[in-house]
């Protein structure tokens, strides 16, 4: 189940195209556990459409590496992850933004108590919700997903990839 709400008060955030703060905010959508929201937001400046994430969460998820070593799990990253996949598909934002939705949750509700998931059970899951809506975002993802399983260097060859 998910909610749509309108805020009263919701703070200005910074254009990542103009860098101005005057935003409007035209959709905002919080997760099954209401431990998060998700906003879209327009620049009133450049009229640039942008999301922002909004966690309410003591404890961060920690992702271990199939090397051992943890970091936090940070949904932009996926994001990215998505974008260079997706790009020059005809995917609507509405779309992505699903997915992030979908990964998201999943990903928390795998965690669970010990706040913990591997860098295996991301990748595998951003796959997971990629299938449905674009088989060749899946295929590019997997190509070079299971080649790195580490999303910093996935991305990071990812970027490489869309450049050349
Ligand atoms: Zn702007």
Redesign the pocket.
């Known amino acids: 189940m998910h909610f749509h709400h309108h805020c009263g008060i919701i703070n200005n955030m910074r254009?990542p195209?103009?860098g101005?703060d005057n935003d409007k905010v035209l959709e905002s959508r919080s997760n099954r556990e209401g431990t998060s929201i998700r906003r879209r937001r327009k620049?009133l400046?450049?009229g640039?459409r942008f999301t922002s994430y909004e966690r309410i969460e003591e404890k961060p998820i920690i992702v271990v590496k199939k090397d051992g070593r943890h970091q936090p799990f940070d949904i932009s990253k996926v994001e990215r992850g998505i974008r260079q996949c997706t790009e020059k598909l005809s995917i609507k934002q509405e779309e992505i933004d699903e997915i992030l939705h979908n990964i998201e949750d999943n990903i928390y509700e795998m965690a669970g108590t010990s706040n913990t998931v591997t860098s295996q059970q991301v990748g595998e899951e951003t796959l997971r919700q990629l299938y449905p809506v674009s088989r060749v975002a899946y295929v590019r993802f997997a190509s070079v997903y299971r080649a790195f399983d580490d999303l910093d260097q996935f991305i990071e060859e990812i970027e490489k990839l869309a450049k050349s």
């Open positions: 254009c195209r103009c101005k620049c400046e450049c640039h």
